[in-house]
């Protein structure tokens, strides 16, 4: 009984954060697939065409790719475009390139997307006061930027506390627009012909190439699909898939419906059917939770944003930033405080900028498109490397939804000039951060390398006469296993001292999410006092070394944890043409490395017996 009610509670908690973006696309999807048409009026073939085509879109791109079978991809029950290029990478390094450029395109294009979604989400919601108060028009943007003030706000709090209060709020959203749909159904069961494809044939058959256009509207009815596989690691695939067969589909299909079916009693609702489909009474109270709804909506995305920001950060393709782990019984639930507000700064600016939720629809959807083939191309080895797939099943799966993703992303690509350029240059600029820390990493890595010997033989010439031993114990934090570290030489070389112990100190994140507990820590011994100690943490994990010295203390050495002193390599950074990367990443790199989180503050380090030793180092 316990593990069924913990059931329902999660499921409820997705229903407030992994489902509110798709959740809330009947505010604008529909209207926006005429508008992207150019169409003043809606004929009836046209109704049923565009219908069918958004029901197709929903059973095949949400219900049969992302939660038949991209669900099924979790890296150790993480989702997530990261998470499936480090679940398929191949084990040669040599082979590796194209993965990993494919999969860092793809999240830094979701970034693109987590700017607009809260900025289209709010105000296709707040523009429903047009609708009950046209004299309120010119309140509409004030009002979304309050809203969106509040919502970024409210980030610390964590997506479980925040899914739990708003779970409840997004099961009344659901039944409503669901509610709202049926009625209309009802006068009108023409509509539910719709549910044919040969209405999307004769819609496309009969629209030649403005068809093509329409889809880029039908595409908004499935954006927020990639947040159910973000955001995998927060709850978990059977509560996302319950909440979604079991009441957000039917509701969403409910309510594209409802629309249709007023359209087809009466054209002109096509100035905003969504709204249009409630009695005067309810128009207030539907425009009330449809900007908390919205609100909501919003959250998948932050959420999916927050979880790609650590993937990436603990994979080395960002600097370290600031986390908060904001539940201890699900690692997966962070907060990043840097990322909350940039994310703000940038939705803020768009949502000024474009200033309406018709405008945003040309930027909207470009991104996520482009995602989702990204996320078909990674998929395919998944079925054959984990899967065991047959090569034919595996391409004619594939193939089916990567010519589905196509179609969308073609679509998409026509509203490059009107907005679509947005979100692409945000994905580019993204893209140009984290290739060129993975980069910037490598470079430097070199570099050391370069500057120092082998450890155990630097160790072996170290001069007893020359260098004094001092009691305690001292830990250098290593970039790697085999070489001297920076700080450990100079501290040799200029002060001529070197405790009685020493612990050289290295910490690699592996490609899983997670580490075992038992499997996390590898002690070796060497000659004279000295000793080499690996931490390995997976990317999801939370580092914390004061933790792992705990381990080694009660199951290995005899430490004095208060008595022992850590030393820290703090790299001047100078940029040069002459080590690997152009003087523009030179630059890029020193920035990002300028505002990264430093070890002592990313790893838990007491920082008041903490030591820096600084070194130069050019790149």
């Known amino acids: 009984m316990l593990d069924k009610n913990r059931s329902l509670s999660v499921a409820l908690g997705a229903l407030g954060v992994v489902f509110g973006d798709i959740g809330t696309s009947p505010l604008y999807a529909f209207r926006a697939s005429f508008e992207l048409g150019h169409a003043s009026a809606a004929s009836s073939s046209d109704i049923l065409g565009i219908l069918s085509l958004i029901f197709w879109a929903l059973i095949i791109t949400v219900s049969i790719k992302y939660l038949g079978l991209v669900l099924r991809a979790d890296n150790q029950g993480e989702g997530g475009i990261l998470a499936l290029m480090e679940l398929v990478l191949p084990e040669k390094k040599s082979r590796r390139g194209a993965f990993v450029v494919l999969g860092l395109f793809g999240a830094a294009l979701l970034y693109g997307d987590g700017t607009i979604t809260p900025a289209i989400s709010v105000l296709s919601a707040v523009e429903g006061v047009q609708t009950a108060a046209p004299g309120l028009s010119a309140l509409v943007v004030p009002i979304a930027l309050v809203i969106l003030v509040l919502l ?20 009344v959203w ?89 359209l087809l009693g009466d054209p002109k609702a096509l100035a905003n059917p969504f709204y249009l489909l409630a009695p005067q009474w309810a128009l207030v109270p539907l425009l009330l939770i449809a900007m908390v709804a919205t609100v909501i909506a919003s959250q998948a995305i932050i959420s999916g944003v927050f979880s790609l920001t650590f993937q990436a950060q603990q994979l080395g393709y960002l600097p370290r930033m600031r986390v908060r782990h904001t539940s201890e019984d699900e690692p997966g639930q962070i907060y ?33 498109s482009g995602t989702m083939v990204i996320t078909t191309l990674l998929a395919y080895f998944a079925f054959r490397r984990l899967w065991k797939w047959r090569l034919s099943v595996a391409l004619l799966v594939a193939g089916f939804f990567l010519i589905i993703d196509l179609s969308f992303l073609g679509a998409n690509l026509l509203k490059l000039e009107s907005g679509g ?91 899983v999410p997670y580490v075992r507990s038992e499997d996390r820590l590898e002690l070796l011994p060497l000659p004279g006092g000295f000793y080499r100690l690996l931490v390995q943490y997976g990317f999801m994990d939370r580092p914390n070394i004061r933790a792992a010295l705990r381990i080694v203390q009660n199951k290995y050495l005899d430490l004095d944890l208060e008595e022992t002193t850590f030393f820290v390599g703090s790299e001047r950074l100078v940029p040069s043409r002459r080590v690997g990367m152009s003087i523009w990443r030179d630059f890029l790199y020193l920035f990002l490395s300028r505002n990264s989180q430093r070890a002592i503050d990313y790893f838990n380090l007491p920082a008041d017996r903490v030591f820096e030793i600084g070194a130069q180092i050019k790149f």
């Open 174 to 262: 659901f039944l409503a627009i669901g509610l709202l749909g049926l009625g209309t159904i009802v006068r009108e069961p023409v509509v539910l012909t719709a549910v044919s494809p040969l209405a999307a044939v004769r819609f496309i058959a009969a629209h030649g190439i403005e068809s093509f256009l329409i889809l880029g509207g039908v595409f908004l009815a499935v954006t927020g699909g990639e947040a159910l596989y973000a955001d995998l690691g927060h709850f978990g695939r059977r509560p996302i898939r319950q909440g979604w067969f079991v009441l957000v589909l039917p509701c969403l299909l409910l309510n594209y419906f409802g629309q249709g079916a007023l």
């Open 421 to 511: 350029w947005y979100p692409i240059l945000v994905g580019i600029v993204l893209y140009a951060c984290m290739s060129t820390w993975a980069k910037g990493q490598e470079v430097i890595g070199r570099q050391i390398e370069g500057k120092v010997e082998p450890l155990t033989s630097y160790i072996a010439k170290l001069d007893s006469s020359k260098v004094g031993r001092v009691s305690g114990t001292a830990i250098y934090l290593s970039r790697g296993l085999t070489s001297a570290p920076l700080a450990f030489v100079h501290n040799v070389t200029h002060n001529k001292i070197v405790h009685e112990r020493v612990i050289f100190l290295s910490v690699a994140f592996r490609q």
């Open 336 to 368: 990043l405080p840097q990322v909350n507000w940039l994310l703000f700064v940038a939705t803020a600016i768009v949502m000024i900028g474009f200033g309406s939720s018709e405008n945003l629809s040309s930027a909207y959807g470009l991104a996520v």
């Open 152 to 171: 970024f706000l409210f980030q610390q709090s964590g997506s479980s506390r925040i899914g739990h209060l708003f779970g409840p709020v997004m099961v």
